[in-house]
């Protein structure tokens, strides 16, 4: 795991945008896993922007989401389907059908999770997943108890992610109780990992992610078992890490990180 520590959220975005640019450029088809949430804006801002100042291409590539609520349409404004079409999809060049969401529709859960793993198979795995972290240490909606071999399944959601989300669903009565996730296990196969946490809410679980012991009650955890997984957080985030200098020295220091500084 690297860890890489920017001043501020927008820097923090702006890097982790140019690494999935660089990626992208080198690799057209590239597999991209995405993610959803008030951090991932700014990513998708910053593609944006690359897109249309840059050309940055989105015409070969595919993207697979981490989740998606069960019970919401498509086209309701608090569905993942609806945050990437308006943050990203609808704003590049990027062919629609290549763009995966779970179907939290779907008459049989069971069934569609299945699907969604075979598909992700079918498209030879993922390259470059990117990953927030949720206030209960989640990655995608993998939850406290997620097991680290986890695949594609409904997880229930726990209060405090109910409590996390219910401002955009005003109230938490009307937060879905239910998620199709990929699994610790599904995104821990991708062949990279990029985490992306900013802002002093997230510093807590950054320092359990990143230097406490690997337990299924800090799902994101289990990234320190990805042999390429990069962690970018803002000072903020960083606040509790107790290793910063060491991070800091490889930054400045390993070529792999030259184009970046
Ligand atoms: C939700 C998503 C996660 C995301 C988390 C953090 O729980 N399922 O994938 O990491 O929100 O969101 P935010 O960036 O808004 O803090």
Redesign the pocket.
């Known amino acids: 795991m690297e860890v890489i520590i920017q001043q501020n959220k927008e820097a923090a975005a702006a890097l982790v945008a140019r690494i999935i640019a660089h990626d992208l450029r080198a690799n057209p088809h590239l597999v991209l896993g995405l993610?959803?949430?008030?951090?991932?804006e700014r990513v998708y801002r910053q593609l944006v922007a690359l897109h249309r100042e840059q050309h940055l291409d989105f015409s070969l590539c595919s993207t697979f989401n981490?989740?998606e609520y069960v019970g919401l349409f498509p086209s309701d404004p608090n569905s993942?389907r609806h945050y990437m079409d308006h943050h990203l999809f609808r704003n590049v060049n990027i062919d629609a059908r290549n763009t995966h969401l779970p179907n939290g529709m779907a008459d049989d859960l069971d069934v569609e999770c299945r699907r969604y793993e075979a598909m992700i198979q079918r498209f030879g795995g993922i390259d470059v997943q990117l990953?927030?972290?949720?206030?209960a240490g989640?990655?995608?909606?993998n939850e406290p108890l997620s097991a680290l071999r986890s695949r594609t399944r409904v997880k229930a959601l726990t209060p405090t992610?109910i409590k996390?989300?219910a401002p955009l669903f005003r109230g938490e009565d009307n937060v879905p109780r239910r998620?199709i996730?990929m699994g610790v296990g599904t995104i821990i196969e991708a062949r990279r990992c990029l985490l992306l946490a900013t802002?002093d809410?997230?510093a807590a679980m950054v320092a359990k992610a990143v230097e406490g012991p690997i337990t299924s009650m800090v799902t994101a955890s289990a990234l320190q078992l990805h042999p390429r997984c990069t962690v970018v957080v803002d000072e903020e985030a960083a606040a509790q890490l107790t290793e910063k200098d060491y991070y800091r020295w490889i930054f400045a220091n390993e070529p792999e990180w030259q184009d970046y500084r």
């Not at 993610?35 to 991932?40: I, K, S």
């Not at 990953?131 to 206030?135: A, E, L, Y």
């Not at 989640?138 to 909606?141: C, E, P, T, V």
């Open positions: 993610a959803t949430g008030a951090t991932m981490l989740d993942y990953v927030g972290i949720g206030k989640h990655i995608g909606f992610t996390q989300n998620a996730t802002g809410s997230k």
